[in-house]
């Protein structure tokens, strides 16, 4: 089990407000073992020589890429672009790759998909996230049902779950047990009564507002961490939130790094 980064929370309409070696200094100077890498870093378009460069300075700075992410699964095309993605991850010593599904009809991609991964030694996974076929613990395992595949998994989330009133803690990781591949981090609180406020995000009708870890009103990180210890998780846990309105993305990257510490060490993960 190793604890990194999305670039996300340096994620600006127009870019990173670091360059990507800037990003993996920060990284290991905070104190995280690896990074996750935008669509907008790297992806199946990506130059070799480019996708050479981000793997010399993952190397240099000494983090693991923790996971790239697939465009979908829409069509034939996006099949074939997902495909060339399990390439580039491999250049880059990484064997997990995210990919969302969200109607039914890319179940079939997905099972292809994922026999392709197979070949290459890789696994895949969709995010719990409102709107897909991972909604919820019920329609995730469901899902998973209809791909068939071992080496198709579950970043788990618990906001999500939390979006929608269901348990999102304990009880929800130790019912997808070992299908969770992944643990994404992030914190989000119920907006103020006719709060007006232009970060909060609209979830089964009822605003919310980014959170700092563990702030009262946020998942309960502790109970998810303890369920993780319970079915023996060994993935990557990624900090994937977006920026937060008033921390610094630095100070907030510091912030998570001591809460996911702290939280893993108490449910005895290493």
Excluded at 101 to 109: G, I, M, Q, S, T
Excluded at 143 to 166: C, H, P, W, Y
Aim: glycine share 10%; hydrophobic share 45%.
């Amino acid at each position: 089990m190793f604890l990194a980064l999305s670039a996300r929370m340096f994620e600006r309409r127009t870019g990173y407000e670091l360059g990507f070696e800037d990003l993996a200094a920060l990284a290991t100077e905070v104190g995280y073992d690896g990074l996750e890498l935008r669509r907008r870093q790297v992806n199946e378009t990506s130059k070799p020589a480019d996708i050479a460069r981000v793997h010399g300075i993952l190397r240099r700075h000494n983090v693991r890429c923790s996971q790239l992410t697939a465009a979908g699964l829409e069509t034939r095309a996006a099949m074939d672009d997902a495909t060339r993605l399990l390439a580039v991850a491999l250049a880059l010593e990484c064997r997990l790759v995210r990919v969302q599904l969200v109607r039914d009809d890319e179940v079939a991609f997905a099972r292809e998909l994922a026999d392709r991964a197979a070949e290459r030694g890789m696994r895949l996974m969709s995010q719990i996230h409102s709107g897909s076929l991972f909604a919820d613990v019920e329609m995730a395992l469901n899902t998973l049902g209809k791909i068939g595949r071992d080496n198709f998994g579950v970043a788990f989330e618990a906001s999500q779950l939390m979006f929608a009133g269901q348990e999102h803690g304990e009880g929800a990781v130790r019912s997808l047990g070992g299908k969770i591949f992944a643990c994404l981090l992030e914190a989000y609180k119920p907006a103020p009564a006719g709060s007006n406020s232009s970060e909060a995000i609209i979830i089964s009708g009822r605003p919310w507002l980014p959170a700092i870890p563990g702030e009262e009103g946020s998942a309960d990180i502790a109970s998810v961490f303890h369920g993780l210890k319970a079915v023996g998780f060994q993935g990557p846990t990624v900090v994937s939130c977006a920026r937060h309105p008033e921390v610094p993305s630095r100070e907030l990257a510091a912030m998570w790094r001591d809460y996911a510490r702290k939280a893993m060490a108490e449910a005895g993960l290493g």
